[in-house]
């Protein structure tokens, strides 16, 4: 079985294909179980963004919460994705660990800028469902070419995060605020760039349950589904954060 490329490194073709050739009697992938599992999953990681908000809210620098949900979130999503048939297990627990990540850096945006939590949670769904109605609708398809642009846009802003990360260890990196406008304009494009990975999501979701792949990997396009809502997300926090600057 062949299957769409997807520039979330969830979602390789050679992921695919391992994927699909594996047996189970467990059932198929489909679209209903997808969504249940990725409703459970992001139940679970707003009940410990809960935790790590509400110690933050109580005077707690939250710097635990965010390394611990770091740390070991970065240690299981990479576990997921070389062993996709662990999802029903690591997924859950990834979502438990990223919640503590995110909450514990929303409460930090929450109290250096009033209200931009919630606009941002807002901005995300927002998104999500607007590029659901487009795809559905075919008004936005993932041709070859839309997943190629996608997949070169996504790698250079990894680059640049990676890059910006080594040089600050030498006491450099880049700051987009220091930019003004140039930098607002940039963290624009990689919020677009974030929110056009769900279209090449969608299209994995919709081709892996047309294709009968493995009851399991319902957990896993729901991982990979948040990873990508998640990064999405972040980005907006970004974004707004350099807005409430100017």
Request: charged share 10%; proline share 2%.
């Amino acid at each position: 079985m062949k299957f769409t490329k997807s520039s979330n490194p969830v979602f390789s073709q050679n992921r695919f294909d391992q994927m699909a050739q594996t047996t189970t009697s467990e059932g198929v992938m489909t679209v209903n179980g997808t969504v249940n599992k990725t409703l459970l999953l992001f139940g679970i990681l707003l009940i410990s963004a809960a935790v790590s908000w509400s110690s933050v809210a109580k005077g707690g620098s939250g710097m635990g919460f965010i390394a611990a949900g770091g740390i070991f979130g970065l240690i299981i999503a990479i576990a997921t994705i070389f062993k996709p048939q662990w999802s029903p297990y690591t997924a859950p627990a990834y979502a438990f660990f990223e919640g503590l990540f995110v909450g514990g850096i929303s409460a930090l945006y929450a109290a250096a800028y009033s209200g931009i939590v919630f606009q941002a949670v807002g901005l995300t769904f927002s998104i999500l469902f607007v590029l659901l109605l487009a795809y559905r609708s075919g008004l936005i398809k993932a041709t070859p070419k839309f997943k190629r642009g996608i997949i070169i846009a996504t790698g250079g802003v990894f680059f640049f995060y990676i890059l910006n990360f080594v040089f600050s260890l030498f006491g450099g990196g880049v700051s987009l605020a220091n930019f003004g406008l140039l930098g607002i304009g940039i963290q624009l494009v990689i919020v677009g760039v974030a929110s056009l990975n769900l279209i090449l999501d969608f299209d994995f979701i919709e081709n892996g349950a047309k294709n009968g792949m493995p009851k399991y990997t319902e957990w896993f396009a729901g991982f990979g589904l948040m990873v990508t809502l998640v990064w999405l997300y972040l980005e907006i926090l970004r974004l707004l954060s350099l807005l409430s600057n100017r």
